[in-house]
C-alpha cells in the first residue's frame, strides 16, 4: 500500500517566503504526530506564485496547462491539505483564492485540511476566521480547530508559535487518522455501484 | 456520400474585426452566413450547422427560419444545428419545425441537442438552469416519442401534458431526422445518445482534448451496453478549429491579432499555447490536414468534422478563402486518409436515404406512402380542414 500524500498549498509571493516558511513547519508537526501513530505519509509541494499565469489563462479559457493540472491532481487526490496563504486587505491573496476557485467543485470534500495564514501583525488574524474557514466550509473540506497565524513577530519572539504549530499538525493527523476522505466514485466510471443509468435518469425526468 | 461527413459550424458571434474597428451589422453577418453556407456547397464540404443563442452579440436566434432559407439556396448541402437547445426551447415545436424543415429540403436536415450555458436564457424561457440535464432528459424522451408515435399521450414535469397529440407534419418517408447529443463533459448526455443509439458531437474547440477523449469513450462503451452495436459501430462527431494560409508564419502574423482579443479565449494563453492545449490548429493546410487525422487517435473512426472558421470578428472574404482551401485542399485529403485507415465495420455518416433504406430493411420505418401518421392509424376527425371538407360535401 503507498503512503498517503499530503499537499502543501502555499501562496506566498517572496522568495524566500515567511507563508512558505509557516507551511513548512505545520507539514514538519502533522508528519511528527502521524509518527506518534505509526504511519507515515508523503508531502507534495504546490507552490502558486509559479503558476500564477496558468491560473489567470485557466479562468479565462477553462483549460489548465500541463503545470496547473498537475498541481490540481496534486491537490485533489491527496489525502490531506495544508494550505497556507498571505493576508492581503484582510483576506486571502487573490491568488490563493484563484487557485481554489480553478478547482472544480465537488473535488475537496471530507478532505482532512490544515488552514495557515501569514501577516505583517497580528491584528490581521481574525483572516482565518472570516475568509478562510468560510471558504473551506464551502468546499465541503474538514477543518482542524486550530489555525495558526504567523505575524512577522512571531518569528522572533516565544509567542507560542512552535505551540500553536504543533497542535495544529496534531489535530491534522489526529483527523487523518481518525476520520480519512471518502472518495466520490468517478462518474465516468460505468461499473462503479454509482453510475447513474439512463434508466435512472428517465425515472427521475 | 462517403463515409465521413465535412462541414462547418457557427455560433452566430458579432465582433468587431480588430484589425480595421469594423463590425458587421447583424443584417451583413445573416448573409453572410448563406454566403459561407453556399460556398461551402460549391466546393464540396457537406454540412452547414447552426448554433442557438438568444442574447446578443450572438443573432442565430432562429435557425429553422435560417436552415430553410438555406434548403432553398442549396442542392447538397446537409443542415444542421449546434446546437438545438433543448432545455429551454418546447420539444413539441423543435418536432413540428424540424420535421416541416425535413420535407422541404428532402431529408438534408439532422439536429444536435445541447443545453446552452447562457444562465439568464432559462428564466427568459420559462426555464431555471439547475434543471439543465433533468430538461435534457425529459424534453428528448418527449421528441423521441412525437417522431415515433402517431398519437401521443404524455405527462411530465416541465410541459403541459399532451392528449391525443399528433405531431405534423409526419417525418419524411416515416423515418425521423438523425439525432446528435453535444456535451463538453457531461456523462449523462453521453449516456442518454448512447441509451437511444443517436449519434455524439462533442465540440472539440476551447477545450482540452482530454474531454473529448473521456466522453466519447464512455458513449462507445455504452452505446454497446444499451445494445446498438459494437463501441465503433457508435456515431461520432467532433469540431475543430482552424485557420489557414500558404505558410504557417503568415497565417498566426493574420489570425494573431482575432485571437488575442477573441471573446472566448483572448487576453488569456498565446496563440502558441492556446494551439497546444486545444484543437486549435494555425498554420497550412497541411498542418491542419496532420492535427485532424489525430483526432482519430483519441476518438477511433469517426463520421463527421465540422471546423469553425467564422468567429472573433473575421471578415467575411476571410471566412470564404477558408471554407474554398477547406473544401479544395484539405477535405479531399482528409477524406482519402480517413478511408485509408478506417476499420471494418465502421457505419458510414448518417444520411437520409440511408437511413430510410436501413429502416425499411429493418421493418421500422413509419409508413411509406407520403403520410407516416395516417398509415399508422393517427385519428384525422380532429383535423379541422378535413372536417371542414367532409361537411362541405355533405
Do not use: C
Not at chain 2, 172 to 187: M, Q
Not at chain 2, 360 to 389: C, P, S, V, Y
Amino acid at each position: 500500500m503507498t503512503s498517503p500524500r499530503i499537499a502543501v498549498v502555499s501562496a506566498g509571493l517572496g522568495e524566500p517566503s515567511s507563508t512558505k516558511l509557516l507551511a513548512d513547519r505545520l507539514r514538519d508537526a502533522t508528519l511528527a504526530a502521524l509518527t506518534a501513530h505509526g504511519q507515515h505519509a508523503e508531502v507534495v509541494d504546490v507552490t502558486l506564485r509559479p503558476l500564477a499565469q496558468d491560473i489567470a489563462s485557466h479562468m479565462l479559457t477553462h483549460n489548465p496547462s500541463e503545470a496547473l493540472d498537475a498541481a490540481i491532481g496534486e491537490v485533489i487526490d491527496a489525502e490531506a491539505i495544508i494550505a497556507v496563504t498571505p493576508t492581503f486587505n484582510q483576506s486571502y491573496s487573490g491568488l490563493f483564492k484563484s487557485f481554489f476557485d480553478v478547482i472544480e467543485e465537488g473535488q475537496l470534500a471530507s478532505i482532512p485540511t490544515a488552514l495557515g495564514a501569514t501577516g505583517g501583525t497580528a491584528r490581521h488574524s481574525m483572516v482565518m476566521d472570516t475568509a478562510m474557514r468560510p471558504m473551506f466550509a464551502y468546499l465541503k473540506a474538514q477543518v482542524v480547530p486550530t489555525g495558526v497565524f504567523a505575524a512577522s513577530e512571531d518569528w522572533g519572539t516565544a509567542s507560542g508559535l512552535d505551540r500553536r504549530i504543533a497542535r495544529e499538525g496534531q489535530e491534522l493527523a489526529d483527523l487523518m487518522v481518525a476520520m480519512p476522505r471518502r472518495r466520490e466514485a468517478d462518474p465516468f466510471d460505468a461499473e462503479s455501484d454509482s453510475f447513474v443509468s439512463f434508466e435512472q435518469m428517465l425515472g427521475h425526468a | 456520400m462517403s463515409s465521413m461527413q465535412f462541414g462547418i459550424f457557427s455560433v452566430s458571434d458579432i465582433t468587431q474585426d480588430p484589425t480595421t474597428g469594423k463590425t458587421p451589422s447583424e443584417h451583413e453577418r445573416i448573409k453572410g452566413w448563406v454566403a459561407m453556407a453556399k460556398k461551402a456547397e460549391e466546393v464540396g464540404l457537406d454540412v452547414f450547422a447552426a448554433g442557438e443563442h438568444h442574447n446578443p452579440p450572438f443573432f442565430s436566434s432562429s435557425p429553422t427560419t435560417t436552415l430553410g432559407y438555406l434548403a432553398a439556396q442549396t442542392e447538397r448541402l446537409i443542415l444542421s444545428t449546434a446546437t438545438t437547445l433543448i432545455t429551454t426551447n418546447d420539444p413539441v415545436k423543435i418536432a413540428e419545425d424540424f420535421a416541416m424543415l425535413q420535407h422541404l429540403s428532402d431529408g438534408r436536415v439532422d439536429l444536435t441537442l445541447g443545453r446552452g450555458n447562457t444562465g439568464p436564457v432559462y428564466p427568459w424561457f420559462g426555464k431555471d438552469i439547475r434543471d439543465g440535464i433533468e430538461l435534457a432528459i425529459e424534453n428528448y424522451a418527449l421528441l423521441h416519442k412525437l417522431w415515433h408515435e402517431p398519437v401521443v399521450n404524455w405527462q411530465g414535469k416541465h410541459r403541459t401534458p399532451l392528449t391525443g397529440f399528433t405531431s405534423t407534419p409526419a417525418p419524411l418517408d416515416g423515418v425521423a431526422p438523425f439525432v446528435w447529443h453535444g456535451s463538453i463533459r457531461s456523462p449523462q448526455i453521453a449516456e442518454q445518445a448512447a441509451y437511444y443509439g443517436d449519434g455524439f458531437f462533442h465540440n472539440n474547440i476551447f477545450w482540452n482534448k482530454e474531454h473529448t477523449e473521456r466522453m466519447v469513450k464512455l458513449y462507445r462503451s455504452r452505446f454497446a451496453h444499451y445494445g446498438h452495436g459494437e463501441p465503433e459501430q457508435a456515431i461520432v462527431g467532433l469540431g475543430g478549429q482552424i485557420f489557414m494560409k500558404p505558410t504557417e508564419r503568415e497565417a498566426k502574423e493574420r489570425f494573431r491579432p482575432f485571437f488575442d482579443v477573441a471573446p472566448v479565449y483572448g487576453h488569456g494563453p498565446s496563440l502558441e499555447d492556446f494551439t497546444e492545449m486545444t484543437p486549435l490548429t494555425v498554420g497550412t493546410p497541411e498542418q491542419v490536414i496532420e492535427r485532424t487525422l489525430g483526432f482519430r487517435d483519441y476518438a477511433g473512426d469517426y463520421q463527421r468534422q465540422l471546423f469553425l472558421v467564422d468567429h472573433a470578428g473575421l471578415p467575411l472574404e476571410e471566412v470564404l478563402e477558408q471554407i474554398e482551401i477547406l473544401g479544395t485542399e484539405v477535405v479531399p485529403v482528409l477524406r482519402r486518409e480517413f478511408d485509408a485507415v478506417r476499420q471494418d465495420g465502421v457505419p458510414d455518416a448518417p444520411t437520409h436515404a440511408a437511413r430510410v433504406a436501413a429502416a425499411r430493411e429493418a421493418g421500422t420505418q413509419l409508413g411509406e406512402q407520403g403520410n407516416a401518421w395516417t398509415e399508422q392509424g393517427a385519428r384525422t376527425d380532429f383535423d379541422t380542414g378535413a372536417a371542414i371538407a367532409r361537411q362541405a360535401g355533405e
